[in-house]
């Protein structure tokens, strides 16, 4: 079992910033490809960032590319989400998880290759 626990959410204004952190326990950490995903009220669930087991990797959304940086610290057990220029479009609760591989630089994409996530932490940005 991996736990996972968002935190840094909260509201914004347009063209501000926030860092999304969200800190693993359990199994060995650096053995899972890491993600984030977002859903706002109505909507599905939708990938935004990927990172492989080595960090080497990494992968966006095209409505996040060049805005958002997914990295990770495999010392600190923990993935980041640094999320700039913020639009009012990116509000939504914002989740991370976490993916077994035993490819160091894999990224996954999809829903279904995740096999843990967290709880969620809302992200609002106003206009």
């Known amino acids: 079992q991996v736990q996972l626990v968002e935190s840094g959410g909260g509201l914004v204004q347009a063209g501000d910033s926030l860092r999304l952190s969200c800190a693993a326990s359990?199994?060995?950490?650096?053995?899972?490809?890491m993600g984030w995903f977002r859903q706002a009220p109505g909507k599905e669930r939708e990938f935004v960032a990927t990172i492989s087991r080595s960090g080497s990797s990494t992968g966006y959304a095209d409505s996040v590319k060049g805005r958002f940086t997914i990295s990770r610290d495999n010392a600190k057990n923990t993935v980041y989400l640094q999320m700039n220029s913020l639009k009012p479009e990116d509000t939504a609760v914002y989740y991370c998880?976490?993916?077994?591989?035993?490819?160091?630089?894999?990224?996954?994409?999809?829903?279904?290759?995740?096999?843990?996530w967290g709880q969620g932490t809302q992200v609002t940005v106003s206009s």
């Open positions: 359990g199994r060995t950490f650096s053995n899972y490809v």
């Open positions: 998880a976490a993916g077994r591989t035993s490819y160091i630089s894999s990224t996954y994409y999809t829903n279904r290759e995740y096999n843990y």
